[in-house]
């Protein structure tokens, strides 16, 4: 039994120049939950203030206002940092709080906008939300204005949609504007825990890791065994451990190391492995198998008989990265295999190899039976 500490992230902001006029304003942390999330508000707010304690990020207050989530911490740049490493989040940011009023909209967005701009950048202000006597399209026309008048010294020009370099973004609600001064996107998803059953999974390599990924970003709570077959192995996968673990809102997180003696040469000997993790998993109590199977790397008749022994043993199996294409790479990506990608990319690439060549001997096998039959 292991348990394993959390590791400090931080967000990485773009280096700005920003002149704080006045040092006692307050900046906050907004969080932008996902679609999929705005039903499970209170569910992310428990997650939020559980992440903040363990991280040891002191705050006054987690509350809701209108379709986000506002928290009012002691360092918003680390809180934001802590937060984001949460499911849930469409996008994270810190941001100045005033009331919802045009005439103090358009004077915030050309100060603190106006701050944020290096000589010579493009900019677009966009804003969204709830507007009250007003039109957000107005708004954005007047701060741009404002912004080219005041900041005609460094060069600033306004950008389109698809092409600028700064954007200045503020979100309404229904009594108060957000100002943002950084943001960031979130890991999407929906809240740790959502789902109430316990899930467990295995991690073995870099497909195994990222499974495990989208378990947790799927919401279930799950438990991580890490399956090995020779010890040179432990240093990677506990390297790939340590960036989900902190997706596990607690504590400690209880890991459980199983070594199984199968030779680590050729793709036969893989999908035995696969197998006999599978047959070490359902000897556990949990009712829910998260499966490291992709319909894009393994034959549809291997996931049948995985499917086949879950349900033999009355359990439920769940396959997180069903339909999960290319995104597959961008999730290694999140969880520090950037090194791996290639051997991830190869790995998909022999099994699939491995799969029509045993589909090819399949078919030929078939039409053998068959021509005998029709001489007899």
């Given amino acids: 039994m292991f348990y394993i500490d959390y590791p400090e992230f931080i967000l990485n902001y773009k280096l700005v120049e920003f002149k704080i006029e006045n040092m006692n304003e307050i900046s906050y942390v907004v969080v932008f939950p996902t679609i999929f999330s705005k039903n499970k508000i209170p569910n992310l707010i428990s997650n939020i203030k559980k992440i903040l304690k363990i991280k040891n990020q002191q705050f006054k207050s987690v509350k809701r206002d209108g379709d986000v989530i506002l928290v009012d911490a002691n360092d918003p740049v680390f809180a934001s940092s802590a937060i984001n490493l949460l499911f849930g989040i469409e996008k994270i940011a810190i941001a100045r709080q005033i009331k919802n009023n045009f005439q103090n909209i358009v004077s915030e967005i050309t100060s603190i906008g106006g701050n944020l701009l290096l000589r010579g950048e493009k900019f677009l202000v966009k804003v969204e939300g709830i507007s009250k ?27 389109t949609d698809e092409n600028f370099d700064k954007l200045l973004y ?37 497909l195994s890791a990222v499974s495990c990924y989208e378990t947790i970003k799927q919401g279930y709570d799950t438990k991580i065994v890490v399956c090995y077959r ?18 596990l809102v607690q504590d400690k997180i209880e890991l459980e190391f199983l070594q199984l003696k199968i030779s680590p040469n050729g793709i036969k000997n893989y999908l035995i492995y696969v197998n006999s993790i599978l047959e070490v998993l359902l000897h556990y109590p949990n009712n829910r198998i998260s499966l490291a199977l992709s319909p894009l790397v393994f034959s549809s008749d291997f996931i049948d008989n995985s499917l086949k022994l879950v349900f033999a043993k009355k359990k439920i199996p769940i396959i997180p990265l069903t339909g999960v294409d290319t995104v597959l790479f961008d999730e290694a990506k999140e969880i520090g295999l950037e090194r791996n990608m290639k051997k991830l990319e190869r790995q998909s690439q022999l099994l699939q190899m491995k799969f029509l060549l045993f589909q090819k001997k399949k078919l030929n096998l078939l039409l053998k039976q068959r021509k005998r039959s029709q001489l007899r």
């Fill in 133 to 159: 006597g007003f039109v957000t399209k107005d708004v954005e026309i007047a701060a741009t204005s404002n912004i080219i008048e005041k900041k005609a010294n460094l060069g600033v020009y306004p950008g």
């Fill in 170 to 206: 503020t979100y309404l609600t229904k009594n108060n504007a957000y100002i943002c001064i950084f943001s960031d996107i979130g890991k999407g998803g929906i809240p740790y825990q959502s789902q109430s059953e316990k899930t467990i999974c295995a991690v073995y390599d870099e």
């Fill in 230 to 247: 020779q010890k040179s192995e432990l240093m990677s996968l506990a390297k790939t451990i340590n960036q989900i673990i902190p997706r």
